[in-house]
């Protein structure tokens, strides 16, 4: 049996009719189309009140030397020392440009932890600059960016307010610009003199924690490369207010520019610092030189001393030039030696003040550069951080190596002054007989040479330096100042009505599939044609009467249906012999499904062809035929367990019918089962099959009592009634068995209450002939209405 069954399921599944499956939720295109109106309705309800979001994009182009970026403006002072700066890397202003601190300075500016708000009845929409109050806090607690909270101006008159708090409660009336305390600041309103004419609109206030709308616009800025070769970058957020988007990626561009532009300063405002520092120290040293060469000429009434030796020192010129560049190079290189022994890993080392000679300015240079990335790096890290430890580590070295090259300088330049001390001493030889008073005033002259020089030297130094402050380039050239798309990006009109009207086809249509997934009733004829072995008679459309009996005059489905059974019969039974009635039985697998309703209807139907028909009711546990026509409360029972009793006594007449006469099933006994055992059974079938042309037999369900089986013998066919969306499918076994046990002769199934107007069933009553109008129904009256038949 079950390999059968697989067999029958395999051929289904290769018949597989695509139209069909099709039909079956074509029928439901009301539900269908009601569907799609719901969610279409829903969508244009959620795109009318949803608040809009727009793309804001600017472009910036970052200095960057590996990839090409942008050119210099200080190309023209490149000799300039001071200048070279720090090089940018693209990948690292990125995540400069995404860092926390960058993000919450631009919050900040901009006060974006305070948001003003218009109420709508659905939705409220944010104001910005469209406010006509703003609000100013000062004297904050500690805590006070550490909770949201709500309140509600209500202007009163030009002058007056009311405070509420997120729960409704009025904090009190105060005049705009007054100072309102509040737990943890004081508060003041003030009126936007730009928007006045909205000033008697209430205005919703939304103080949000620093922390949490720092986060929020981190989690909303996109930084991304153009491309890998390229240094742009593209910043973009999304922002329900466009003004407010393009405030912030603009400001945070600004942010950006400052900081690094800070950064490259701080190298050139140190070096200034040192030099005015010593300026300040020259300026008193050459001051009290200059008073005493004056002192000493007043003192020996002397005016050009050096004119009278002119003759003996034109040979020594070069070599007192070289003595005071040895002098001034080693009061440098003494200088610079001394800050380095009191500075410390933080401080800079002024790099454009050390002679030329060997790798000393670059060693300094490379000394400051890290001393730059250790600050920007502690920013956003602990001195013990291992990067910062590396870094004070290279720095120690790299300043030790400093001071080993300037003392490897200053050691050259002592054997220098010791040569050319050595040179003079042979000149001073020859100029010997000079008085003393010009070697006195030439030792206080080349002091003042010295001073001179280095002061001198100074001041160009810190015009240098001066340029180079005010000409530092920022790190970003603005290419696309931020702008608003006009478009919104979110929510997308099209892909939500879209979206909208696939799901208005998709939730019906899975509601009915899992619906026809878990239904396991039988629905029509296809799905008892091929499962099962039993020959299939026909089917009855669901009646528009549960107690309906066929006229001459019917031409309903269900009166259709029920000639083309009998024509059906008349193949199925042409084997009994003329003269004897033709006996047809009906059962079913469980009561109330319509074998009683079919019964009397085919009944009728043969009655009105002109043949003499008897109905009777055999099924005597639970007799139906009084529901569909007046019967007395006696019948086969009475006769069965009636001696000597007349059986015509019992027959009766059904009104408006020549030829069609009934045997009610009589009371309900006590003992049914023996009493279709009796003899007198065959008695009776033996009488009536000589007095009518067909007999009908309504019988108990086979599946609940045996009382069908026990009378089986006497019928020349059965039909065996299935109700539509009633039996189950798995009971199909149930006739199968029966037929292939042979225990009911000339078996058929017949199809009952089959609905065609979902497509089951082939449907009958085209409008041919003549006939009562049929009223339709409304469609929505018959989605909820269930016919019931018995």
Same mark, same amino acid.
């Given at each position: 049996?079950?390999?059968?069954?697989? #067999?029958?399921?395999?051929?289904?599944?290769?018949?597989?009719?695509?139209?069909?499956?099709?039909?079956?939720?074509?029928?439901?295109?009301?539900?269908?189309?009601?569907?799609?109106?719901?969610?279409?309705?829903?969508?244009?309800?959620?795109?009318?009140?949803?608040?809009?979001?727009?793309?804001?994009?600017?472009?910036?182009?970052?200095?960057?030397?590996?990839?090409?970026?942008?050119?210099?403006?200080?190309?023209?002072?490149?000799?300039?020392?001071?200048?070279?700066?720090?090089?940018?890397?693209?990948?690292?202003?990125?995540?400069?440009?995404?860092? +926390?601190?960058? *993000?919450?300075?631009?919050?900040?500016?901009?006060?974006?932890?305070?948001?003003?708000?218009?109420?709508?009845?659905?939705?409220?929409?944010?104001?910005?600059?469209?406010?006509?109050?703003? *609000?100013?806090?000062?004297?904050?607690?500690?805590?006070?960016?550490?909770?949201?909270?709500? $309140?509600?101006?209500? !202007?009163?008159?030009?002058?007056?307010?009311?405070?509420?708090?997120?729960?409704?409660?009025?904090?009190?009336?105060?005049?705009?610009?007054?100072?309102?305390?509040?737990?943890?600041?004081?508060?003041?309103?003030?009126?936007?003199?730009?928007?006045?004419?909205?000033?008697?609109?209430?205005?919703?206030?939304?103080?949000?924690?620093?922390?949490?709308?720092?986060?929020?616009?981190?989690?909303?800025?996109?930084?991304? !490369?153009?491309?890998?070769?390229?240094?742009?970058?593209?910043?973009?957020?999304?922002?329900?207010?466009?003004?407010?988007?393009?405030?912030?990626?603009?400001?945070?561009?600004?942010?950006?520019?400052?900081?690094?532009?800070?950064?490259?300063?701080?190298?050139?405002?140190?070096?200034?610092?040192?030099?005015?520092?010593?300026?300040?120290?020259?300026?008193?040293?050459?001051?009290?030189?200059?008073?005493?060469?004056?002192?000493?000429?007043?003192?020996?009434?002397?005016?050009?001393?050096?004119?009278?030796? =002119?003759?003996?020192?034109?040979?020594?010129?070069?070599?007192?030039?070289?003595?005071?560049?040895?002098?001034?190079?080693?009061?440098?290189?003494?200088?610079?030696?001394?800050?380095?022994?009191?500075?410390?890993?933080?401080?800079?080392?002024?790099?454009?003040?050390?002679?030329?000679?060997?790798?000393?300015?670059?060693?300094?240079?490379?000394?400051?550069?890290?001393?730059?990335?250790?600050?920007?790096?502690?920013?956003?890290?602990?001195?013990?951080?291992?990067?910062?430890?590396?870094?004070?580590?290279?720095?120690?070295?790299?300043?030790?190596?400093? @001071?080993?090259?300037?003392?490897?300088?200053? &050691?050259?330049?002592?054997?220098?002054?010791?040569?050319?001390?050595?040179?003079?001493?042979?000149?001073?030889?020859?100029?010997?007989?000079?008085?003393?008073?010009?070697?006195?005033?030439?030792?206080?002259?080349?002091?003042?040479?010295?001073?001179?020089?280095?002061?001198?030297?100074?001041?160009?130094?810190?015009?240098?330096?001066?340029?180079?402050?005010?000409?530092?380039?920022?790190?970003?050239?603005?290419?696309?100042?931020?702008?608003? &798309?006009?478009?919104?990006?979110?929510? @997308?009109?099209?892909?939500?009505?879209?979206?909208?009207?696939?799901?208005?086809?998709?939730?019906?249509?899975?509601?009915?599939?899992?619906?026809?997934?878990?239904?396991?009733?039988?629905?029509?004829?296809?799905?008892?044609?091929?499962?099962?072995?039993?020959?299939?008679?026909?089917?009855?459309?669901?009646?528009?009467?549960?107690?309906?009996?066929?006229?001459?005059?019917?031409?309903?489905?269900?009166?259709?249906?029920?000639?083309?059974?009998?024509?059906?019969?008349? $193949?199925?039974?042409?084997?009994?012999?003329?003269?004897?009635?033709?006996?047809?039985?009906?059962?079913?697998?469980?009561?109330?499904?319509?074998?009683?309703?079919?019964?009397?209807?085919?009944?009728?139907?043969?009655?009105?062809?002109?043949? @003499?028909?008897?109905?009777?009711?055999?099924?005597?546990?639970?007799?139906?035929?009084?529901?569909?026509? #007046?019967?007395?409360?006696?019948?086969?029972? &009475?006769?069965?367990?009636? @001696?000597?009793?007349?059986?015509?006594?019992?027959?009766?007449? =059904?009104?408006?019918?020549?030829?069609?006469?009934?045997?009610?099933?009589?009371?309900?006994?006590? &003992?049914?089962?023996?009493?279709?055992?009796?003899?007198?059974?065959?008695?009776?079938?033996?009488?009536?099959?000589?007095?009518?042309?067909?007999?009908?037999?309504?019988?108990?369900?086979?599946?609940?009592?045996?009382?069908?089986?026990?009378?089986?013998?006497?019928?020349?066919?059965?039909?065996?009634?299935?109700?539509?969306?009633?039996?189950?499918?798995?009971?199909?076994?149930?006739?199968?068995?029966?037929? +292939?046990?042979?225990?009911?002769?000339?078996?058929?199934?017949?199809?009952?209450?089959?609905?065609?107007?979902?497509?089951?069933?082939?449907?009958?009553?085209?409008?041919?002939?003549?006939? *009562?109008? *049929?009223?339709?129904?409304?469609?929505?009256?018959?989605?909820?209405?269930?016919?019931?038949?018995?």
């Amino acid at each position: 049996m079950q390999e059968n069954n697989w #067999n029958l399921q395999t051929d289904s599944e290769d018949n597989f009719n695509i139209k069909q499956q099709l039909e079956r939720y074509i029928i439901h295109y009301k539900w269908f189309l009601l569907s799609v109106i719901v969610f279409v309705i829903g969508a244009f309800l959620y795109l009318r009140y949803s608040t809009p979001q727009y793309n804001i994009v600017a472009s910036v182009l970052i200095k960057d030397d590996k990839k090409g970026g942008l050119a210099s403006e200080l190309g023209s002072f490149a000799d300039l020392a001071g200048l070279g700066g720090v090089k940018s890397n693209v990948d690292n202003e990125l995540e400069i440009l995404k860092s +926390r601190t960058l *993000v919450e300075k631009t919050v900040t500016d901009l006060s974006l932890n305070i948001s003003y708000y218009l109420e709508g009845r659905i939705k409220s929409g944010e104001l910005y600059k469209d406010s006509s109050i703003k *609000v100013q806090f000062y004297d904050k607690a500690v805590d006070f960016d550490k909770k949201d909270t709500i $309140f509600m101006v209500h !202007p009163i008159s030009h002058l007056k307010f009311n405070l509420e708090n997120s729960e409704g409660v009025v904090l009190g009336q105060y005049k705009y610009g007054s100072s309102i305390q509040l737990p943890y600041a004081k508060m003041m309103v003030l009126q936007n003199q730009e928007k006045i004419s909205q000033r008697m609109t209430p205005v919703l206030i939304r103080l949000t924690r620093m922390e949490r709308i720092t986060n929020r616009y981190l989690a909303k800025l996109q930084v991304n !490369p153009v491309n890998k070769t390229s240094s742009v970058l593209t910043l973009s957020i999304v922002e329900p207010v466009k003004e407010l988007g393009e405030d912030f990626l603009n400001r945070l561009i600004e942010n950006y520019n400052n900081d690094a532009l800070n950064d490259k300063n701080l190298v050139a405002k140190n070096t200034e610092a040192f030099i005015n520092e010593r300026l300040v120290l020259l300026t008193d040293e050459l001051e009290t030189v200059e008073g005493d060469i004056e002192s000493f000429k007043k003192e020996n009434r002397v005016t050009d001393i050096v004119s009278e030796a =002119q003759a003996f020192l034109s040979s020594a010129t070069d070599y007192q030039k070289d003595y005071l560049k040895i002098q001034t190079k080693k009061r440098i290189v003494d200088d610079v030696i001394t800050m380095i022994d009191k500075s410390t890993n933080t401080d800079l080392i002024p790099a454009n003040l050390i002679p030329d000679e060997g790798n000393t300015s670059g060693l300094i240079e490379q000394y400051n550069l890290m001393v730059l990335n250790k600050k920007r790096l502690l920013t956003n890290a602990t001195p013990a951080n291992p990067t910062i430890q590396n870094l004070d580590q290279q720095l120690t070295g790299l300043r030790q190596s400093i @001071k080993k090259s300037l003392t490897n300088l200053e &050691n050259a330049l002592v054997i220098n002054e010791r040569d050319l001390k050595r040179q003079g001493a042979i000149l001073g030889g020859k100029i010997g007989e000079i008085p003393t008073q010009e070697r006195e005033a030439r030792v206080i002259g080349r002091k003042q040479e010295v001073k001179e020089a280095l002061y001198l030297y100074l001041l160009q130094k810190r015009e240098e330096n001066a340029i180079a402050l005010k000409v530092t380039a920022p790190n970003s050239k603005i290419i696309d100042q931020a702008y608003a &798309n006009p478009a919104p990006v979110a929510p @997308k009109s099209k892909i939500i009505y879209l979206g909208a009207l696939i799901l208005g086809l998709l939730v019906p249509f899975g509601i009915i599939y899992i619906y026809d997934l878990l239904d396991t009733k039988i629905k029509s004829r296809a799905d008892v044609e091929g499962k099962i072995s039993v020959p299939f008679i026909g089917d009855v459309p669901r009646s528009e009467s549960n107690d309906e009996l066929i006229s001459a005059n019917s031409r309903s489905s269900s009166a259709e249906a029920m000639r083309i059974i009998r024509t059906n019969l008349d $193949f199925i039974v042409n084997q009994v012999p003329d003269g004897v009635a033709k006996t047809i039985f009906m059962t079913s697998t469980f009561p109330k499904e319509g074998k009683t309703f079919v019964s009397v209807n085919l009944a009728g139907t043969f009655a009105l062809s002109g043949k @003499k028909v008897l109905l009777i009711g055999f099924d005597i546990r639970n007799p139906k035929l009084d529901e569909y026509m #007046n019967l007395p409360n006696r019948g086969v029972t &009475n006769y069965l367990s009636t @001696k000597d009793a007349d059986l015509h006594n019992f027959i009766c007449r =059904q009104e408006g019918y020549e030829h069609f006469d009934v045997l009610p099933a009589g009371i309900i006994p006590p &003992n049914p089962a023996e009493l279709l055992m009796s003899t007198k059974i065959e008695t009776m079938f033996a009488i009536l099959k000589k007095e009518y042309d067909y007999i009908i037999v309504d019988t108990a369900p086979v599946s609940l009592v045996t009382d069908t089986l026990l009378i089986a013998k006497h019928a020349d066919a059965f039909i065996y009634v299935m109700r539509a969306n009633y039996l189950d499918k798995r009971m199909l076994q149930v006739p199968e068995k029966l037929y +292939r046990e042979k225990k009911l002769p000339n078996m058929t199934i017949l199809l009952n209450d089959t609905d065609v107007t979902k497509g089951y069933g082939y449907g009958y009553g085209y409008g041919y002939g003549y006939g *009562v109008d *049929v009223v339709e129904e409304p469609w929505y009256k018959k989605l909820f209405t269930y016919k019931k038949k018995s």
